[in-house]
């Protein structure tokens, strides 16, 4: 089993910045991936960036390329999400994944989400 725990969410202003945290406790070795996705109210949960956990491999979406930046801290158990250049269209609930498998933003049916933390973004 393992759990995802999200942190590092918060309101700033547009074109600030936040660094998101997922704390990953547990082990389970059939997981190959991890990332980041968000869902804004009344829309689909969008995938935002992952991370392949054995050679670093990234992808993104194309509205945070250039902006967002995933990282993973092995050592730590540790997924990262920096954020810049926020914009208002980037307000979401965002959530930490772990997953089996992973095709570009597209994860498995299964593996682990987090709880989620909230990043506002004002104009």
């Known amino acids: 089993q393992v759990q995802l725990v999200e942190s590092g969410g918060g309101s700033v202003q547009a074109g600030g910045s936040l660094r998101l945290s997922c704390a990953a406790s547990g082990y389970d070795r059939s997981m190959s991936c991890m990332g980041w996705f968000r869902q804004a109210p009344g829309k689909e949960r969008e995938g935002v960036a992952i991370?392949?956990?054995?050679?670093?491999?990234?992808f993104y979406a194309d509205s945070v390329k250039g902006r967002f930046a995933v990282s993973q801290d092995k050592s730590k158990n540790t997924l990262y999400l920096q954020m810049n250049s926020l914009k208002p269209e980037d307000t979401a609930m965002y959530y930490c994944?772990?997953?089996?498998?992973?095709?570009?933003?597209?994860?498995?049916?299964?593996?682990?989400w987090g709880q989620g933390t909230q990043v506002t973004v004002s104009s």
């Open positions: 994944t772990k997953a089996s498998f992973c095709a570009g933003l597209v994860r498995g049916a299964d593996g682990y």
């Open positions: 991370i392949y956990i054995r050679d670093g491999r990234t």
